[in-house]
């Protein structure tokens, strides 16, 4: 970081970063930030150089030859008398380590158990379609030993086409099952993931464009709003895309996202944690410490039982109503949210919120960054690529 | 009050507003500061754009190692006599360096907000802070200082014989500061002009210091009027703070023509003047309708330049050997004595004074500057041919100044370098002590002529080395 312009400011909590580092205010981004990526890989090339010297002066020649050696290692006498009281013999010793065993891994990788079948048939049937970018239907079943499912696919599409490079041409599949963890983790533009089902841990970890919908089998008899539908940490770090699942997420939904947009209709403790762009939608109950560390985007939730003020946390971000006059423009906005979510999904809790909507608008709250201008919000949400 | 300010984006929705500058024709002719004071809400204001960075820089480079976040949070807030109470922690003169140090070198060039954003008005608001508390009637706070028994005697009423008298004091020792000069100040007040830094700061000064117990000793000549081992005999120790008082030539003919002036006499002529302390008006120079000259580029030479505009010269020149990037002194000033109508000739080395009996021009050859040297510093060497004579009627002599060791350091075994200066290590037992035991030093005396500001460190450095000295 220190390479890249930051100057130990110590102030990255509070969004003015001066060096344009630790911010996501526009103005210090894109006028004040003077990190390149050679500077980085200058200051590696340096660390990779002293190594070499040192290693140099002790006649070492590769890494793997120093790990245990701790007898190259000079004790310093210490400055302080407390300092000089210190044993470190023990953490010193190579004692516990038979001298004719290796001190180095051996084997070249531990082979993983899941050998991603599903995926891989996956990519083999989608190939030639993503080869001659010409989008397609596909329908697999999926189970929940199925994992990081789209991964393959949206890493084939990237590396031909970009990551937003198929959009325009996306590629569908149909999924009927329960998803293991990560499902459309990675996703790229181009790539529509519809799961009709439920799904695991980190759906849309890293996600850069594309769609997952996630949707309750039909016929279901439980209300979606009261059901858990994807697991923990959905969206960490996403970029971009859309993720709609109509039914509850759980904990740290949207953590770190600052790009993306989704809609869900309820979620766990920490929503929102540490996001800096995106849009996010709750059609529903929220845990606890919502917006915790939330620096940008923003989120609408829905507060039937009046309960929000005491959830969320006050340290960075704010609420606001929006059924003021002047904020007609977010009402516009919500609703549109809401009736692609329904389109999408089929979701007849979003569908009712629609045709009553004059009865839930007032108890919407918009959160959003202490920081952020409402007059600006709306334009910041429109997809910036990282 | 005001509501208090919680903007975490200031720096970038306040732009850095320096106080504003008086009427050019006011400073063209009169004696007074240039720069207006800042309104309340304006301090606070700018106050508030500091990052606080948790690595303060201005911090590190002020050379008393002000606590600058904290006061400027203080000032933000209104709380101006707790401001206060802080910036004197640190500072023995705070008002003064706010007004004097060059703050584009110090505190404020090292300002993370000097990266593209404007710093932060450091130095305005220290000395807004000092001039607003002490006309709100704030004084010291000395009710906890326990008397000891010892004396110091102080040589010196410059920045850092006030520095070390200072912390003397609030440590319970009495300090007695002699000086030659009538007033306070050393060259605060018999050197720097009144457009950077008005009289009554230090007569106001010289009232807080006598309030907190410091005595002063004025028109006595320590060598001449009481001598260093009536000292030595009658104080615990001593402290010189005795400036450098040697002027530097330029070693070329011509220097000793009527009309060729030295810097320093100059303006102390010029000051004894204003405050009345002429002693007989022959001794009065003055520059009014002349063609002035002035040889030099550090503040020294800026202060003359600006002192000649406003007796009324008829056209001021500085001609200075490198260029300007390359001038030692402040450029805020370089910059001030331009608006005021002071021409400057860069690359341009005298040679000669020439006249008969009487200055009637200086030539000079133009220079370019030779590769660095060992401090990267590079000097200039002449262009052939390059000769030109510049018209004057009256040349000032702004190149410096040596230490002037005195007579009796030998006797008092106080030992010097080479350059006279006076050996007083800070990285010792105690600090600033000299080769007498006794005796300790600080200040341009020491380090050769340099800054107030690292005068004031010197003196309340040596102060404390004096407290260890004394087991106090
Ligand atoms: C014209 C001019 C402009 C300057 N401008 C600036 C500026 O803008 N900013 C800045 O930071 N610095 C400036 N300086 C430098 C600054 O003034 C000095 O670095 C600072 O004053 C040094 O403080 P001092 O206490 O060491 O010495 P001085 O200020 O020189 O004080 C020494 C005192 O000791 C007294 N003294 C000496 N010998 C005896 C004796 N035997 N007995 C009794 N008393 C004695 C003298 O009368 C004098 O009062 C300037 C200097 C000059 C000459
Ligand atoms: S003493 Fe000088 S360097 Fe230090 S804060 Fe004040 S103006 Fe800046």
Known sequence: MIALGCKYLRICHLNNCATGVATQQDKLRQDYFIGAPEMVMNFFKFVAQETREWMARLGVSKLEELVGRTDLLEVLEGVTEKQRNLDLTPILSSAHVPADKPHTCQVPKNVPFDKGELAERMVKETLAAIDAMAGGEFEYRITNCDRSIGARISGEIAKRHGNQGMAEQPITIRFNGTAGQSFGVWNAGGLNMYLEGDANDYVGKGMTGGKLVIRPPKGSPFKSQDTSIIGNTCLYGATGGKLFASGSAGERFGVRNSGAHAVVEGVGDHGCEYMTGGLITVLGRTGYNFGAGMTGGFAYVLDEDKTFVDKYNHELVEIQRINSEEMEAYRHHLVSVIEEFVAETGSSWGQSIIDNFDDYVGQFWLVKPKAASVQKLLNSIRHRPE | ?472
């Not at chain 2, 922690?89 to 993370?112: F, K, M, S, W, Y």
């Not at chain 2, 000292?231 to 070693?251: I, N, P, R």
Request: with cysteine.
């Open chain 2, 1 to 472: 009050m005001a509501e208090r300010l919680s903007n975490d984006f200031q720096f970038l929705d306040v732009p850095r507003n320096d106080p504003s500058k008086k009427d050019i024709g006011v400073r063209r002719s009169q004696y007074v500061e240039i720069y207006s004071p800042f309104q309340p809400e304006q301090a606070a204001s700018q106050a508030h754009r500091c990052l606080e960075c948790g690595n303060p820089y201005c911090e590190w480079k002020c050379p008393v190692h002000n606590y600058i976040p904290n006061w400027l949070k203080l000032v933000s807030e209104g709380n101006i006599l707790e401001a206060a109470e802080l910036s004197h922690q640190t500072n023995t003169l705070p008002e003064v360096c706010g007004r004097v140090c060059p703050q584009d070198r110090l505190c404020e060039g090292a300002c993370t907000l000097n990266d593209g954003f404007g710093a932060v008005t450091i130095g305005s608001v220290e000395k807004y802070i000092s001039d607003t508390a002490l006309a709100m009637g704030w004084r010291p706070d000395m009710s906890d200082v326990v008397w000891t028994d010892k004396k110091v005697a102080v040589i010196g009423a410059g920045p850092a014989g006030l520095g070390c008298a200072d912390v003397l004091v609030r440590n319970g020792v009495k300090p007695v500061v002699f000086d030659r000069n009538p007033e306070i100040g050393g060259l605060l007040t018999f050197g720097i002009p009144e457009f950077k830094l008005e009289k009554p700061v230090m007569q106001l000064r010289r009232e807080v210091f006598e309030g907190m117990g410091i005595e002063f000793r004025l028109n006595t000549e320590i060598g001449r009027d009481i001598t260093i081992d009536d000292l030595l005999s009658e104080y615990d120790a001593v402290f010189m703070g005795m400036g450098t008082y040697t002027y530097m030539k330029g070693g070329f003919p011509g220097e000793d023509l009527d009309g060729v002036y030295e810097a320093l006499p100059y303006l102390v002529s010029n000051v004894n003047r204003n405050m009345g302390f002429e002693q007989s008006a022959d001794d009065f120079i003055n520059m009014s309708a002349k063609k002035v000259v002035v040889l030099g580029g550090g503040d020294t030479a800026m202060d003359c330049n600006r002192t000649a505009i406003r007796q009324g010269a008829d056209k001021v020149i500085c001609a200075y050997r490198r260029d300007e990037a390359n001038m030692p002194g402040s450029r805020r000033e370089v910059a001030n004595a331009r608006e005021e109508g002071v021409e400057f000739l860069f690359n341009r080395q005298p040679i000669a004074i020439i006249g008969d009996n009487k200055v009637e021009g200086v030539k000079v050859v133009e220079t370019r500057l030779g590769e660095p040297d060992a401090r990267g510093r590079r000097s200039p060497e002449p262009i052939p041919g390059s000769e030109q004579i510049l018209d004057a009627d009256a040349v000032i002599i702004a190149f410096g100044f040596r230490p002037s060791p005195q007579p009796w350091f030998e006797t008092a075994g106080v030992s010097t370098d080479d350059g006279g200066r006076v050996l007083a290590p800070e990285q010792a037992q105690f600090q600033f002590q000299t080769s007498n035991p006794k005796i300790f030093a600080g200040g341009d005396m020491v380090r050769g002529s340099d800054l107030v500001v690292t005068a004031i460190w010197e003196g309340r450095k040596a102060a404390e080395g004096i407290l260890d000295y004394l087991d106090i």
